[in-house]
């Protein structure tokens, strides 16, 4: 059986393509503040910045008061255990190291389903859209038929469609739950063909 394309939902499609682009601006005017601050701007990296940024900065900040303890020649439990008299200052020294954490742009949780290899790259040093991604996309939001049955029904819903768009065309309003206007034009739900059919 081939399965057909019911419906493309090209709004969503579009949205996401501008959302992506959105997050690959923001990662690659971040890349520059990484390594100025001698992080390595990597993929994961990038990806627990911005979608768990207490966690990477409290990461961080462990990393710099380590370094900070070994340079003075101190161990990290005499530094703990003093933390509030003896050795406060490396707590400050380490806090400053990461303060840049908090000066980068956040992001909405909204973006965080961006953050997936399968959409986006970093390669020497460059976020950007991987190359199969709009392809990915594409994909993502078609629905197709699965089933003989629906193939066989969904020349006659087509049909319902475009008889529906005639009828529109002279200023006639229409509902139905099965087809819906989108760009002046009657489509199929494809949600709700596949449910009923």
Known sequence: MKKQSIEF???EYKESIEQLNYVV???NNTIPILVLNGIEPTFEVIKELFTNRREFA???FKEELHK???NVGLSIDYVMENRFNKTEWLFIGANN???FIWNIESLCYLYYWCFSKK???IVNGIAKLT????DILEDEFAIYTETAKQNEILPIIQEIANQYNKLGENGNK???PLLYKCNGEYKINGSLFKQLF
């Open 97 to 99: 190291k990461i303060q």
């Open 68 to 70: 900070i303890s070994n």
């Open 131 to 134: 190359n199969d991604c709009l």
């Open 25 to 27: 601006e923001l990662i």
């Open 58 to 60: 409290n990461k961080k």
């Open 9 to 11: 939902k090209e709004l």
């Open 174 to 176: 229409i509902k139905t």
């Open 119 to 121: 959409y986006i790259d």
